[in-house]
């Protein structure tokens, strides 16, 4: 079995002209894309991705789990997350890459992009449907984005920019608005800090500790932020990262058990081991035979 492979945005897409190959930021309507009729291959990317859904059916699988194509539905990928869709209908509506550094052009804060709870959140689904009338604004938005993609008007990519900024807090207004997002609490904002965090330094830093100095409270605050905001210990956030890591790397690479667990920083492969088999309810054998035949990894493209 093949690595996963690793889409990166310099890297020509049938959407791109020639003269816009420089610019970091693309949008297409996905019905006009004929990769979307090719089978579907796990890939990840080094990029952010929005899928916004208009019509078709199928299914979205974003590390692991599946999600149904509906109309009025967002996607949202971030770099390092491993999907690919199952399509049943052919699908409608628009997809949006982009990376930090478009927005960062602009003068924004870098960290500009882990500020909205669609990006870089384990604890929350990559996906977000909205009503017909909350989606108008949304699909007018990207027509308008996508007729300025198309043109060579002057200050294209300024306007670009400033329409992407707006579009992203837009749609953080509506998923603060929707039923499933849960009300702000007093730790809420401590515990989006801390899972950001996680996800820049997993890797590295395995200790609530570790991240407690990081934000400058005490371990004891984190973990008590977290019971209140989640309902779990700030340990078990640690854990779940570096699951869906291991995951990822079992799924879609050839390396060991001792290799995945020395590049997570697991000095005992048999305890990396008994980790995972605690946390995922399987063992690494178990686990890639089952993701192997579920998702029938195996095929070509």
């Known amino acids: 079995m093949k690595n996963i492979p690793l889409h990166k945005f310099e890297e020509p897409r ?6 816009q190959l420089n610019t970091p930021f693309e949008i297409a309507r996905i019905d006009n894309l004929s990769e979307m009729g090719k089978p579907a291959v796990p890939h990840r990317h080094t990029y952010y991705e929005i899928f916004w859904i208009l019509g078709g059916a199928g299914t979205h699988y974003v590390d692991f789990d599946g999600y149904p194509f509906l109309s009025d539905t967002f996607f949202f990928i971030t770099p390092g997350q491993i999907h690919y869709p199952e399509i049943v209908k052919p699908l409608n509506g628009y997809v949006l890459v982009f990376t930090d550094e478009f927005l960062s ?3 924004l804060e870098h ?3 882990r500020g909205f709870d669609f990006f870089h959140r384990i604890d929350h689904a990559p996906t977000l449907r909205l009503t017909k009338e909350q989606a108008r604004p949304f699909t007018a938005l990207c027509a308008q984005m996508h007729a300025e993609y198309a043109s060579d008007a002057f200050g294209r990519l300024v306007v670009l920019q400033s329409l992407l900024q707006n579009f992203l807090v837009l749609i953080q207004r509506a998923y603060n608005a929707t039923p499933m997002k849960v009300d702000l609490r007093a730790g809420e904002k401590l515990v989006q800090d801390f899972i950001r965090l996680i996800d820049q330094h997993f890797v590295e830093k395995q200790e609530v500790q570790d991240y407690a100095a990081l934000i400058g409270v005490t371990a004891g605050h984190l973990t008590d932020a977290t019971r209140e905001t989640l309902g779990i210990p ?5 854990h779940q990262r570096l699951i869906v890591e291991a995951k990822r790397l079992f799924a879609h690479s050839n390396r060991t058990v001792a290799e995945i667990g020395y590049h997570l920083k ?7 081991a008994r980790f995972f088999k605690r946390e995922s309810g399987l063992s690494p054998t178990q686990f890639k035979a089952y993701y192997q035949e579920k998702y029938l990894l195996h095929r070509s493209p």
Do not use: K, V
């Open 105 to 107: 052009m602009s003068r």
């Open 266 to 272: 697991f000095a005992d492969p048999s305890y990396f």
């Open 234 to 238: 700030a340990s078990q956030l640690i």
């Open 14 to 19: 049938e959407f791109s002209r020639e003269d």
């Open 111 to 113: 960290d500009f992009l």
